[in-house]
């Protein structure tokens, strides 16, 4: 789900490249047109490929922490996008991307970004398998035949339920 989407994601963003070139002015689009169908179609599928992400981090949370991991999912969230910020004004300003030339440098610009945000696929074997991790986020694999269900009957709730009813009980 997370390379599917990371490279949604990246061919999405590329559509950047279309504007900065001239070719949607070239085929009849204006630029205010395609800047807000662009930046609306990329914000809302940017919040739907964030929702791996959350389902990760609840499977993977350990009972009674779970406001505390997304706090810090956030902060971090938050470090990475004024990190990137940050590297962005710099790499810009290396590039010399500047109204004074024209904006010349800005397809590479753009183009050394998109393909940046490929980065992160290179941590993706850190990310747990479904089923692995701290508390109740097992997979149904994980589960079947547990108390023989020969059938594959409707696998059992996950461990978190059950401590939340034994101690409520």
């Known amino acids: ?37 662009d930046s609306a179609v990329l914000a809302a599928l940017g919040q739907a490929a964030f929702m791996p992400v959350l389902v990760l981090a609840a499977r993977s949370c350990p009972p009674g922490v779970e406001a505390t991991l997304f706090a810090a999912l956030m902060s971090v969230l938050n470090a990475g996008t004024a990190a990137g910020g940050a590297a962005g004004a710099a790499l810009t300003a290396a590039l010399g991307v500047t109204a004074d030339d024209g904006f010349e440098g800005l397809p590479t610009l753009v183009a050394i970004c998109v393909g940046a945000s490929l980065l992160p696929l290179a941590l993706l074997p850190l990310v747990p398998n479904d089923g692995e991790g701290g508390g109740g986020g097992e997979g ?6 547990e108390k023989g269900e020969a059938d594959g009957a409707a696998a059992p709730p996950p461990r978190r339920s059950a401590r939340l009813r034994e101690a409520a009980e």
């Open 1 to 37: 789900v997370f390379a599917t989407t990371a490279l949604a994601g990246a061919a999405l963003a590329s559509t950047q490249l279309l504007l900065v070139t001239g070719w949607s002015r070239a085929h009849g689009v204006s630029d205010a047109v395609f800047v807000l169908a």
């Open 140 to 145: 149904e694999e994980g589960k079947k035949g």
